[in-house]
Structures are given as C-alpha cells and as structure tokens.
C-alpha cells in the first residue's frame, strides 16, 4: 500500500495491534528500510491511534526520522497531538487512585485528595448517588438509559455516580487497611536484628530551571496533583497523598521538584534511568506536547520526557501507586554493579530478581531491559514503589548487513520476501534531571547509614519515618 515493503490490513483478531503496517514484522521499526516506507508506518500510527476499540496503540519515533524531513515528523506529531487515542482504560478502577490526566486544567480542577476523612466522604458521596438512582427508576444498569420519550439511549449519569463511588469506597477500604499495616511496622520498635526490617521507597528529588513548568508537566500530562509548597520554592506532586500520616489515604511515592543549584554534583556512580508508571486510563499526547514535555518513543507504551529532564515509561495497568519503580543504572566501571547492589541493600532493601512483566497484553512492546536488571524493595511490590538496578551498557553499532532478506508466510499462508532486522541489544537510558536524590524511608530509632550514602550522580537517602509522616 506504502511501497514494496508495506501493506495495510486490519485485524479482529484481540490483539493489542489492530492494524498491522508491516509484511515482514508488526512492528514498524521493521519498516525503516527507506524514507517512504517510514512515512507509511508513521501514518499507519496515526491510523492505529485512530483505530477503535479497546487496547490500541500509537507507535512514532521522531529519533529515527531523516533530519531532511523534520518538517514531516513535526506535523505528524501534530496531528497525534489533536488525535484522540483508542480508550484503554484501567480494568479495576476499585485499585488505581483517580488520575487527572483527562481534566482541563487539572492544576486548578483536579485538586489533590485529602488524607483524611476520605473513606467517610466516599460513603456519603455513595448514598446520595444509590439515592438519586432510586428517584430516577433504578437501578441503573450500565452508562446509558432510555431518554423520556424512549426514542434514544442517554447517559445514566446517576449509575456512572453510583458506580464511581463504588470503587471509591472499596479502593480507599484497601489503602486505608494497607496503610494501617505498613503504620504498624513503621511506628514500632525498630528492629535491627529482622531479616527484612521495613522500608518505604518515598520520594525522588531532582532539581528543575523552571519548577512551575515542571510541577504542571506531571499534574497536567501525567496526572499527578501537587500535595505541597517547599520553603525553597519547590514543589511536591505525588498521585495520592505522600507519607504516612494519619488517615484513609497516604503511603504515595512522591517527586519533590527543587530550584536549580549552581553547585555541580558528582559525575560517576549511579545514575538516574528512568520512572516507569502504570496509569489507570491513557496518558494524552497533545497534554504532554502542551506541557513542555518530548514524546521520545512509543508503541503500546509511553516513552517521555519532562522539560527537567526525567525519563518516564508508561503503560496503563491497575495500580494501588501508579508510580511502579525508579530505574537506576550503575557506573560503567569494573564492579561497580556489585557495589550499588551492596549500597542498596545497606539501604535494608531485599533484591527480587529480574523485574516480570505485570501486564503481558499493555506491556508487550515495552523495551527490553538490559541482561543483569535487578529489581530491590520492601514489602508488596503490587503496593508500594521499587528500585530497578541496571547495569552500564555499550551503544550498539549497526551495520547494514544486519539487514538480511527473508522468507515471509503472510496471512493467506503465501511466501513473499522482507527484510529480516537482527534484535537490538537493551540499552540503558539516562534521565537528564540534575541533582536527583532517592528517600528511602525507615522505622524510627533505625541503626545504619541514615543520611546521604555514596558519591554518585545519584543520591540515595535513608531517613527516619518520623520525619516523612
């Protein structure tokens, strides 16, 4: 359809991909052969992007554009930008915290949730909402109704109230008992002989020329709400209420944004990667655009960029903190992966392993880690943030002979010829925030290293509860 390479089909099949743009493989990177055959994939994501039903997904990568051509993949980014994306939406909105990533202005109409109280508004918000349900014929079965006449179907918004309200009251049921528990272990006793003593991977800290900008880039394209005003002029923006204070919500990874520094930091050691969160509905590209942030790759997920610098996988997935894990990449020198692992277990958090894919059909074009990734945490993975530790990789050098002719069964099962692309190597990336510093929270009276550790790019910190609730 788009040259010798390319055709356009659709699928019923339920696949995450419902239109397929490449003979040789489904993904378009397969397609960079020539500049025609780009502009066919990078319009064929604009028609996934378009395409409907649930679990489409939108693939650009303006790195790998032809710089004669920017004037293409700009307007092409334009026209995703204005593009309603295919509704994937959360599976269980009774376990991910409301987002603000669909509200207009969301800095001034998407305020941040308060700790308090919260569970007891649910309720009577519900009550009233079942109420009005009764007075209007109920019970409503579904968002829509017959209108008065009985001609045309019309919104229930009553049963869409009912139904939000619902999963208010079980999700902030579920966060309040789990912040009971994880208040329990962190209010008692610490214990410094426990094998897995408890901790709290709580906040990121970074550095930003323009902290406003920054603070609206993650309310406004990410969905965040900001929770505080810093005496330095910085900001504090989490999906749901930071620390453990009293209360039915809390317990929320946070980013603090600081005023730049003139002080330079340390160049080696660990580094920052990149944030990966799950959010409950799809991130908006034309928000991230009008926010100042960069779409840096995606198919079937996000890769971004915040004006400051901070790299973000995204992908849409049910979690109690969208916010999933902090990436970290070791320095390139000789042991150095064995000393940041060691550095962070000194921290009292426990290695899990490689990281596994929580979402297979959300998650399946995410890139691949790097070989020796490392995940390390307390407590439920499901609830609470965690560490990734990845170790320094070599950019791979491609050559044009990797580029090899190849036998293609097509769906009819005839053979046709395409080009066979060899699998990249995983590659670890760099956020380019400066002054970023992770706080690992610990019970009170802990024994260790509290403070700052290490001389790194990366600053890690372990601090007492009592001074995050």
């Known amino acids: ?19 397929r743009c490449c003979r040789a493989h489904p993904r378009p990177q397969s397609c960079r052969a020539n500049r025609a055959v780009r502009l066919g994939c990078l319009f064929c994501g604009l028609l996934w992007a378009l395409a409907p039903g649930s679990g489409a997904f939108a693939w650009v990568s303006l790195r790998h554009w032809p710089s004669s051509s920017q004037v293409g993949s700009v307007a092409l980014a334009g026209l995703l930008a204005v593009a309603p994306l295919a509704p994937v939406q959360a599976r269980d909105g009774s376990i991910a915290p409301p987002t603000c990533v669909s509200i207009v202005d969301a800095a001034t109409n998407c305020p941040p949730r308060q700790n308090s109280g919260s569970l007891q508004n649910a309720e009577a918000q519900l009550r009233a909402a079942e109420s009005k349900v009764r007075e209007e014929g109920g019970p409503g079965t579904g968002p829509t109704k017959a209108s008065a006449d009985g001609t045309i179907p019309v919104l229930d918004t009553a049963a869409m109230a009912a139904d939000f309200w619902r999963d208010e009251v079980k999700r902030l049921s579920m966060n309040k008992a789990y912040l009971e528990e994880l ?42 709400q900001k929770y505080a005003s810093l005496p330095d002029g910085g900001a504090v923006v989490a999906f749901g209420p ?29 580094k920052l990667s990149f944030v990966q969160v799950a959010t409950p509905s799809l991130i908006r590209i034309s928000k991230v655009f009008a926010a100042g942030g960069e779409l840096v790759d995606g198919y079937g997920y996000y890769g971004l960029k915040s004006p400051a610098g901070v790299q973000i996988r995204g992908y849409v997935d049910d979690r109690r903190d969208p916010v999933e894990f902090v990436a970290l990449v070791a320095d390139s020198a000789p042991d ?5 692992a060691k550095q962070l277990e000194s921290l009292g958090l426990e290695p899990r392993g490689p990281y596994k894919l929580v979402s297979p059909i959300t998650q399946e074009y995410m890139p691949t880690l790097p070989v020796g990734s490392v995940l390390y945490g307390s407590g439920d993975a499901k609830q609470s943030t965690q560490i990734l530790l990845q170790p320094a990789t070599v950019e791979q050098q491609r050559s044009i002979f990797e580029f090899m002719p190849t036998l293609v069964v097509e769906e009819d099962q005839r053979l046709s010829i395409g080009m066979k692309e060899s699998p990249d190597t995983p590659q670890a990336i760099y956020s380019e925030a400066q002054d970023p510093r992770l706080v690992v929270l610990a019970p009170k009276g802990t024994k260790g290293p509290l403070g700052a550790s290490g001389n790194s790019a990366m600053a890690l910190e372990l601090r007492e509860a009592s001074e995050g609730l």
């Open 1 to 19: 359809f788009f040259g010798p390479d390319m055709r356009l089909s659709s699928s019923a099949s339920s696949s995450p991909s419902p239109i």
């Open 183 to 224: 208040r329990s272990q962190f209010r008692g006793k610490a214990d410094a002989a426990a094998q897995n003593p408890p901790r709290l991977i709580s906040r990121l800290e970074i550095s930003a020329a323009d902290v406003q900008k920054e603070v609206n880039f993650w309310c406004e394209a990410i969905g965040m």
């Open 242 to 270: 930071p620390g453990l204070a009293s209360g039915d919500e809390g317990g929320y990874f946070s980013l603090a944004i600081r005023p730049a520094s003139s002080q330079a930091a340390p160049a080696g050691g660990l």
């Open 336 to 340: 150095a992966l064995l000393a940041s």
